[in-house]
């Protein structure tokens, strides 16, 4: 291991510029990171947010615990990164049964950053291709990314179980509990339509 570079086994001058910080699993509510004038960092977020903190979640399902996170966030080159992985419980409502169920968000994250608001801030010939999000004010909330990545993952069509049966459109019965008496070709021939007419 050593053979590559046995003359700086160290490279003290390197790892000093660097700023190495373990965060024990805690509270990150009101975690963040100020970055005016700092150079490099690295930095472990291992935490979660109370669900009572989580309010904007709170606004598209019910928040049934906390938000536990596991973020790694490196600044270099003038670029932050935060990758890792984010899980919170919360109860939603199946878009077929309308049943509330309980299940698990979870994101993956992979964010870059750019500190300040004008491009030609940023020390490095970045290579745009990727989406960047600017930090005009030089701070970044963790517990905000949070929640933003969570409201992210939320699926667009929930459903208690991916074969949920839903509700019977005739009777409204949960077929997922039972069988109706109603004729399941009605509701895929237009006749089913002309019937209800017929009803009216
Ligand atoms: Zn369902
Ligand atoms: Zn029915």
Redesign the pocket.
């Known amino acids: 291991m050593g053979k590559s570079s046995p003359h700086i086994p160290f490279a003290p001058a390197l790892s000093s510029a660097t700023t190495e910080e373990i965060v024990p699993r805690h509270n990150l509510s009101e975690a963040g990171i100020d970055l005016e004038g700092v150079r490099r960092l690295s930095r472990r977020f291992l935490g979660f947010v109370p669900g009572d903190r989580l309010s904007e979640l709170a606004g598209e399902s019910e928040v049934i615990g906390a938000a536990e996170a596991d973020l790694t966030a490196t600044l270099a080159k003038g670029v932050l990164r935060i990758a890792g992985e984010i899980r919170c419980p919360v109860r939603l409502q199946?878009?077929?049964?309308?049943?509330q169920?309980a299940t698990e968000l979870h994101a993956e994250v992979e964010c870059a950053y750019l500190p300040g608001s004008d491009p030609a801030e940023a020390d490095s010939q970045q290579e745009m291709v990727e989406e960047v999000t600017y930090l005009p004010d030089y701070h970044i909330s963790i517990a905000a990314l949070i929640e933003e990545e969570l409201l992210l993952a939320m699926p667009m069509i929930p459903?208690?179980?991916p074969e949920?049966?839903?509700l019977c459109p005739e009777c409204g019965a949960d077929r997922?509990q039972e069988d109706c008496q109603c004729r399941p070709t009605h509701r895929d021939t237009p006749f089913a339509l002309l019937k209800n007419f017929n009803k009216v």
């Open positions: 199946c878009a077929r049964c309308l049943e169920f459903l208690c179980k949920c049966a839903g997922n």
